[in-house]
Nanobody, 124 residues
């Protein structure tokens, strides 16, 4: 099991940028595919981005391609989500998740460990 703690959320004007970070502990970090999800009020949790164990492969939801970048630092046990050109529809609680697998997965039930979430608000 891996413990995850997100940071970096906040309030930003539409068009602005934020950088989320997730710190992992309690296990061997590079055994895990890492993902970012988000959940807006009244909506289901949705996949945003994921990165392979080595960081060589990434996958994004279509709505964030070209605006968001996922990266990881296995030496520091962290995964980041750089978010640019934020839109009001990006407003949600953002969650970091870990999946003990070799394959990038894009659905929430496939991830076994989750952080508590961090609020991101992009205002008009």
């Amino acid at each position: 099991q891996v413990q995850l703690v997100e940071s970096g959320g906040g309030l930003v004007q539409a068009g602005g940028s934020l950088r989320l970070s997730c710190a992992a502990s309690g296990t061997t970090f590079n055994w895990y595919v890492m993902g970012w999800f988000r959940q807006a009020p009244g909506k289901e949790r949705e996949f945003i981005a994921a990165i392979s164990r080595t960081g060589d492969n990434t996958h994004y939801q279509d709505s964030v391609k070209g605006r968001f970048t996922i990266s990881r630092d296995n030496a520091k046990n962290t995964v980041q989500l750089e978010m640019n050109s934020l839109k009001p529809e990006d407003t949600a609680v953002y969650y970091c998740a870990a999946n003990h697998t070799e394959i990038i997965r894009t659905t929430a039930p496939e991830y076994g460990d989750w952080g508590q979430g961090t609020q991101v608000t992009a205002s008009t």
